[in-house]
């Protein structure tokens, strides 16, 4: 019995025989230089208008002001943003200072918006306030503070007048107004 019990050992010494040998014949080392390696990733301050995000991009329709159907002799009528409670709504990086600028229709004229149907218009303004006293010009510059976590809103109404005293002939009466949000 004492015979395995030697080749037990020597098996168990073997493995160590061979690491031993390894590091042996491993090459000297003179010196060893340690380094790093950079990473980096720059977040640019972003804002979404009523959840589409944007970076510097057109992001299309922001929303619709819909006035109710009208007859051909109203007055006036008024509407606000639709789907929105009247509001643009805008998130920004925090720390972000957003301005918007509400620009010209495609249907302006001498500094006043106008819906077009066809050859005949349809004056409108656009207000920032619901008693629609507070009107928001024709470039009209809206700044809106050092942006938080929490969206700000922004909001929009709009009246439309029949100035020609007159009956409009019936129609889709429409416009398009260019927003621009800077930060």
């Not at 380094?35 to 990733?41: A, S, V």
């Not at 009528?77 to 998130?91: E, K, P, R, V």
Request: aromatic share 4%.
């Amino acid at each position: 019995m004492l015979i395995p019990s030697i080749c037990r050992r020597r098996q168990a010494a073997l493995p160590l025989a061979v690491l031993a040998m390894m590091a042996a014949s491993a090459p000297a080392r003179a010196g060893q230089s340690t380094g790093t390696i950079d990473l980096e990733l720059n977040v640019l301050n972003a804002c979404t208008v009523n959840g589409a995000a944007t970076v510097q991009a057109d992001v299309g329709s922001t929303g619709k002001i819909l006035f109710t159907d009208q007859p051909g002799t109203f007055t006036s009528t008024d509407a606000l943003l639709a789907g929105t409670a009247g509001n643009l709504s805008i998130l920004c990086s925090p720390g972000a200072s957003p301005v918007l600028t509400v620009g010209a229709g495609a249907h302006d004229n001498a500094g006043s918006r106008y819906l077009l149907s066809g050859s005949t218009t349809v004056a409108y303004r656009l207000f920032s306030d619901s008693a629609r006293t507070n009107e928001i010009t024709i470039g009209k510059q809206i700044a809106l503070g050092t942006a938080s976590a929490a969206a700000i809103s922004v909001p929009i109404y709009a009246r439309a007048t029949n100035s020609s005293g007159g009956i409009l002939p019936a129609g889709k009466y429409t416009d398009t107004v260019q927003i621009v949000l800077s930060w």
